[in-house]
């Protein structure tokens, strides 16, 4: 069975960092790019980074360019960065999986909770 393992979420103040990580595990992994949404409460899910596997391009939201770094880290493993943290980045963040190319996002994680406050 394939999961996605999301863990590096917790509480940090504005203008801190903190560094979200997700492994792919099961026999059967495969992927062609993995990614982050994001859920804050009341809103919407939403985009927030994505890396391709093949070449390594990236690409991120609006609201997150610039301050956050999405990384491969091994064949199974997409890090997130996140800098200059602000209250907006509180939510609940969502590691997904391509297997194929032009195929919807699967294998969402279990999230993490990123918490900004003073």
């Known amino acids: 069975q394939v999961q996605l393992v999301e863990s590096g979420g917790g509480s940090v103040q504005p203008g801190g960092s903190l560094r979200l990580s997700c492994t792919g595990s099961g026999r059967t992994f495969s992927t062609v790019a993995m990614g982050w949404f994001r859920q804050a409460p009341g809103k919407e899910r939403e985009f927030v980074a994505a890396?391709?596997?093949?070449?390594?391009?990236s690409r991120y939201a609006d609201s997150v360019k610039g301050r956050f770094i999405i990384s491969r880290d091994g064949a199974k493993t997409v890090s997130l960065q996140m800098n200059s943290l602000t209250p907006d980045d509180t939510a609940v963040y969502y590691c997904?999986?391509?297997?194929?190319?032009?195929?919807?996002?699967?294998?969402w994680g279990q999230g993490t909770q990123v918490t900004v406050s003073s």
């Open positions: 997904v999986n391509r297997i194929a190319p032009a195929v919807p996002w699967s294998g």
């Open positions: 890396i391709s596997w093949g070449n390594g391009e």
